[in-house]
């Protein structure tokens, strides 16, 4: 991964650095993301309640509301969000807190996800379903809406020159059946992500701004950490835009 990791940074100066407004930065892929293109991108990463204090040491004091303000040395490439994505007004507060840390958003990396494994045929599991798909789907495509409302909707030739673009990561669960699993919460989430993914493809075309999908196998069990990273740092690197890149065994 290291020498993986030297390659993608090699392909950027610092001066061109992007902003990724990260969700789910205490996940798996979140994770992985700060470790190894922490340098490659300015980072907005959102944690769960709780789950920012394991990475304070990388962070440096701002004021978010007038980054600008600050010695050079005080500026930041890391800026952590606390955020329940249970309460609709973490949608607002996530993208406010982002846009005025950096000024800017170029990258949206969905990667929050909740587990929520169970029957189909237990009433009891189909009654949380809707949570699952509140963290899962709903309040992702919020965030990444919100953020385009604010900042994306009137400049799409900025858009264009900058790449923006929103990466949702879903799962080849979206595509297959795993039986006696208990994924039926977590594959349908992940099929609904695919779909309305491709739908704000369409609908954000005029403006410039893309979307696409990866969709990985489990990592770092089936398929390796390096080949997801790399996968969705090629997304962003490119012009295409309704894509569902699947990353499986070759």
């Known amino acids: 991964m290291a020498e993986r990791a030297e390659e993608m940074i090699g392909r950027q100066s610092p001066g061109d650095t992007r902003v990724c407004l990260l969700l789910g930065a205490g996940g798996r892929l979140g994770r992985n993301f700060c470790r190894y293109l922490g340098t490659q991108y300015r980072i907005?990463?959102?944690?769960?309640?709780?789950?920012?204090?394991?990475?304070?040491?990388?962070?440096?004091?701002?004021?978010p509301l007038a980054p600008d303000h600050q010695p050079p040395q005080m500026r930041t490439c890391f800026y952590p969000i606390v955020a329940d994505l249970t309460d609709p007004k973490s949608v607002e507060r996530i993208a406010e807190l982002a846009l005025a840390a950096f000024g800017h958003v170029d990258l949206i990396v969905n990667g929050?996800?909740?587990?929520?494994?169970?029957?189909?045929?237990?009433?009891?599991?189909?009654?949380?379903?809707?949570?699952?798909?509140?963290?899962?789907?709903?309040?992702?495509?919020?965030?990444?809406?919100e953020v385009y409302q604010r900042s994306w909707r009137f400049t799409p030739e900025?858009?264009?020159l900058l790449r923006r673009n929103v990466i949702n990561l879903s799962s080849v669960a979206a595509l297959n059946v795993y039986p006696a699993s208990g994924q039926?919460?977590?594959?349908?989430?992940?099929?609904?992500?695919?779909?309305?993914?491709?739908?704000?493809?369409?609908?954000?075309?005029?403006?410039?701004?893309?979307?696409?999908?990866?969709?990985?196998?489990?990592?770092?069990?089936i398929v390796g950490v390096?080949?997801?990273?790399?996968?969705?740092?090629?997304?962003?690197?490119?012009?295409?835009?309704?894509?569902?890149?699947?990353?499986?065994?070759?």
Do not use: W
């Not at 907005?44 to 004021?63: C, F, L, N």
């Not at 996800?113 to 949380?128: A, C, K, M, N, T």
């Not at 989430?189 to 491709?198: F, H, T, W, Y």
């Open 184 to 221: 039926l919460g977590y594959s349908s989430c992940k099929a609904a992500l695919v779909m309305a993914s491709r739908h704000l493809a369409s609908e954000l075309r005029p403006t410039e701004v893309r979307v696409n999908v990866v969709a990985p196998n489990t990592f770092p069990g």
């Open 226 to 250: 390096e080949q997801v990273l790399a996968t969705l740092y090629d997304l962003d690197s490119g012009s295409t835009t309704g894509e569902v890149r699947v990353v499986d065994r070759e």
């Open 158 to 160: 900025e858009n264009r």
């Open 44 to 63: 907005a990463a959102v944690y769960h309640k709780g789950d920012a204090e394991s990475v304070r040491h990388q962070e440096q004091v701002i004021d």
């Open 112 to 145: 929050a996800v909740h587990y929520d494994l169970g029957p189909g045929i237990s009433i009891e599991f189909l009654e949380r379903l809707p949570h699952q798909f509140t963290i899962n789907v709903v309040r992702p495509l919020q965030v990444a809406v």
